[in-house]
């Protein structure tokens, strides 16, 4: 939000600046076709350059371009991309592609509903799933079939998920659910009910391109705040029982209830265990 | 407001088991009582609970029928001495001891709060380790006694209990009791360790509150079901939990103002 005067009035300066280059670049500064031209630029929240030049942005062209008019009235301009931009604040914790949670928000997210189950005692299921084959879809389809088959499986999540969880896009395949207060048999009925509905898609998803199958793997840890873990210890343990799943053939899910061997191991660090012995 | 409150509150804890809390919690309520302070022992073990059998007491009801039924504490006191000595006993050997959630724990603090008043001070023997009923009960009372022994094991694993204690729930009061010593420098040797930790990598300073040396007579007493204050007072260990006593009622002293505004259990501790 800019609501300073001068920082309004050093923007606008900006603006002109900016506006003189790119008609300059184009060559025709006074050129009367451009006297009513319009300015596109784009912000993409979460997408990094690697991503773009990848090419997979191209599947999210909607309504996160800003419009700049040239020669026109910069006030009046300048108001609407700040509003604009504020929009696009907020759809920070979003993933582009997917609508999801993004990896940030998911991280900042799990980190919080820890700390309440270490306070409250509560158990708290994390959910880690991966599209099958996604790499042997992207390689013999294309990135736009790879995109549909994360799109496909993103609206599963976002439209079975309850209230209070969380789906998030958290890798290019990847994706975790986080489910406060969720034991492990409720865990499993709701991730089993996940995995039935990902496989119910359209296989023709390319002119030439039928799909065998689309399934997930999914390995969830179940958290009680006991033994103490960070955020990247815990998605470890939903991550090795995704293996797991992954080695048996896919399509299937595990949940594990966090390990009680060697609490205090997890809790001492080895500097401070060292420290302690020699005194 | 109420009453002012007279209940000290101390909880017994260690992070590895077998280091003597049960004993240690035992002697120190009955030496309490010798020197006229009405105490509350309450049995918190909740998985190994064993000071009806170190005491020789059966009881009827315990700490389980309270919290799974709702039987009042009154239900459940055992008397250790004729005046000033109860104990509320928990169960041995009861599978599937549910962890103390939030609710439960809330549960009964209100109901200890409630029973209190006539004792001076309360001492709750725990199980060890990190566990979270551990963590639950460590953290509503006023102070908290860790009991370790001069072994590595005993102090690694009673600093894992400082670390998640101060860091996750924000308590900071510590006192160190180091049991089974050979020597009054063995045991000053082994807390420094723990002090020197707690300072270095927590920033936080404990407090020595004594040592008990390794005396068998500690456990002959617990083979006839007698506190080790009464079958042997003038042997070496009781002669150290006498001095400790002492300072416990000491330190009950000092706190007195501070106590005073506050309950003598509540859901996050005092200070
Ligand atoms: N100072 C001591 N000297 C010798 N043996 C002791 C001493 N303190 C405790 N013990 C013995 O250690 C064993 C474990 O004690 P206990 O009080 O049950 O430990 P905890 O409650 O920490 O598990 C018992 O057999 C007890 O008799
Ligand atoms: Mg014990």
New interface residues.
């Given amino acids: 939000m800019i609501s300073d005067e001068i920082d309004q009035a050093r923007l606008l300066e900006e603006l002109e600046r900016l506006e003189r280059e790119i008609l300059g670049r184009c060559g025709k500064g006074t050129d009367d076709s451009l006297s009513r031209g319009l300015l596109l630029a784009r912000v993409i929240p979460g997408m990094t350059e690697d991503e773009w030049y990848e090419g997979t942005g191209a599947a999210a062209f909607e309504n996160s371009w800003m419009a700049f008019p040239l020669n026109g009235n910069k006030v009046e301009a300048l108001a609407k991309l700040n509003e604009k931009l504020e929009k696009l604040a907020h759809a920070g914790d979003r993933d582009y592609l997917s609508g999801l949670y993004n990896r940030r928000f998911f991280l900042r997210v799990l980190k919080r509903e820890m700390t309440k189950a270490?306070?409250?005692?509560?158990p708290l299921a994390l959910a880690i799933a991966d599209i099958d084959d996604f790499k042997e879809i992207n390689d013999t389809c294309g990135h736009v079939a790879g995109d549909k088959i994360v799109k496909h499986v993103a609206d599963v999540f976002n439209s079975g998920i309850r209230a209070g969880d969380y789906a998030a896009r958290i890798g290019g395949d990847e994706f975790a659910l986080i489910l406060p207060a969720a034991g492990a048999a409720e865990s499993g009925t709701v991730v089993k009910r996940f995995l039935e509905r990902v496989r119910d898609i359209d296989k023709q998803i390319g002119e030439d391109c039928r799909l065998l199958r689309c399934t997930l793997s999914l390995g969830v840890a179940v958290y009680?705040?006991?033994?103490?873990m960070t955020p990247e210890q815990l998605i470890a343990c939903a991550d090795k029982e995704l293996y797991a799943v992954k080695r048996n053939g896919k399509d299937g899910f595990r949940v594990t209830p966090v390990d009680?061997a060697d609490?205090?191991e997890s809790?001492?660090r080895n500097d401070?265990?060292h420290?302690?012995?020699r005194? | 407001m109420g009453k002012s409150n007279r209940t000290f509150s101390l909880s017994v804890l260690s992070g590895k088991g077998g280091v003597g809390k049960t004993s240690l919690a035992v002697n120190l309520a009955f030496g309490l009582h010798d020197m006229n302070i009405n105490t509350l022992l309450v049995d918190c073990d909740l998985g190994l609970a064993n000071l009806d059998v170190m005491l020789g007491v059966s009881p009827g009801k315990n700490i389980h029928d309270v919290l799974k039924h709702g039987l009042s504490l009154e239900e459940t006191v055992c008397k250790l001495e004729k005046r000033g000595l109860d104990l509320i006993p928990s169960a041995s050997g009861v599978v599937g001891v549910p962890e103390l959630d939030e609710g439960r724990r809330l549960f009964i603090i209100e109901k200890l709060n409630n029973f209190l008043s006539d004792y001076r001070f309360l001492i709750m023997d725990l199980g060890a380790g990190i566990g979270p009923t551990v963590l639950s009960f460590a953290r509503m009372t006023h102070r908290r006694v860790v009991v370790v022994t001069p072994e590595p094991t005993s102090l690694t694993d009673a600093y894992a209990l400082i670390k998640v204690l101060f860091m996750k729930h924000g308590v900071a009061d510590f006192d160190v009791l180091v049991n089974m010593a050979r020597s009054e420098e063995e045991a000053v040797a082994g807390y420094e360790r723990i002090r020197a930790a707690c300072d270095k990598f927590l920033g936080l300073p404990v407090r020595y509150l004594g040592h008990v040396r390794r005396d068998d007579m500690v456990s002959k007493s617990v083979s006839r079901q007698k506190a080790l204050v009464r079958f042997a007072p003038r042997s070496p260990a009781a002669e150290d939990i006498t001095r400790i006593v002492e300072r416990l009622s000491e330190m009950r002293a000092n706190a007195r103002d501070d106590i005073a505004g506050v309950s003598p259990l509540s859901p996050d501790g005092v200070g």
Avoid: R, S
Wanted: glycine content about 10%.
């Fill in positions: 270490e306070k409250y005692c509560m009680t705040g006991f033994p103490l009680d609490a205090a809790v001492v401070e265990k420290f302690l012995a005194g």
